[in-house]
T-cell receptor
């Protein structure tokens, strides 16, 4: 158990819909990262927050957005969903943005039908 | 884009050492080598990292060549639970020295066989 929690574990929704994925980092970690992993693909970095502020952006679509709240939990919002958005979405946390280790949550499996 | 090259898959007998190679020929002086693993559909797990010296922890050893263009992750006594995808990543702090981002490749799928 990494100490990072993600909800929900599974999500099934229809094309065109909007969903919100939630992540609670390890206690004391200030940095949160979001990744997308499509079937048989490596992890694609989406976005990173540090202490409430966006720190780095990766291959995140404009239909996706994220935020980190004062209590340090983070949410990833996915809108106008397409079939190709079906994937595992992982959240990771680390104490600092310069940390060597990232601690990953169990992921949310999103299925768009 | 990932800066590392790894074999797509490898096999290892249970109880034997698993040696997973990684090429990172374009690594720059301030980039570290990281290894993570992902057991089927679970969140990735950090294993080890190094800059230029060999490193060892309770999970594995990391051997980095003197020119730093390649490295090998060694699991000394592989078990069935070590069956996973192993990712080799190189990364450095940004110019401001305040952020480190990992760029992931496709990794090596290691199968540990009884």
């Amino acid at each position: 158990d990494s100490g990072v929690t993600q909800t929900p574990k599974h999500l099934i929704t229809a094309t065109g819909q909007r969903v919100t994925l939630r992540c609670s980092p390890r206690s004391g970690d200030l940095s949160v990262y979001w990744y997308q992993q499509s079937l048989d693909q490596g992890l694609q970095f989406l976005i990173q927050y540090y202490n409430g502020e966006e720190r780095a952006k990766g291959n995140i679509l404009e239909r996706f957005s994220a935020q980190q709240f004062p209590d340090l939990h983070s949410e990833l919002n996915l809108s106008s969903l397409e079939l190709g958005d079906s994937a595992l979405y992982f959240c990771a946390s680390s104490p600092r943005t310069s940390s060597y280790e990232q601690y990953f949550g169990p992921g949310t499996r999103l299925t768009v039908t | 884009d990932a800066k590392t090259t790894q074999p797509t898959s490898m096999d290892c007998a249970e109880g034997r050492a698993a040696n997973l190679p990684c090429n990172h020929s374009t690594i720059s002086g301030n980039e570290y080598v990281y290894w993570y693993r992902q057991i089927h559909s679970q969140g990735p797990q950090y294993i080890i990292h190094g800059l230029k010296n060999n490193e060892t922890n309770e999970m594995a050893s990391l051997i980095i060549t003197e020119d730093r263009k390649s490295s090998t992750l060694i699991l000394p006594h592989a078990t069935l639970r070590d069956t996973a995808v192993y990712y080799c990543i190189v990364s450095a702090l940004n110019n401001a020295g305040n952020n480190r981002k990992l760029i992931w490749g496709l990794g090596t799928s290691l199968a540990v066989n009884p």
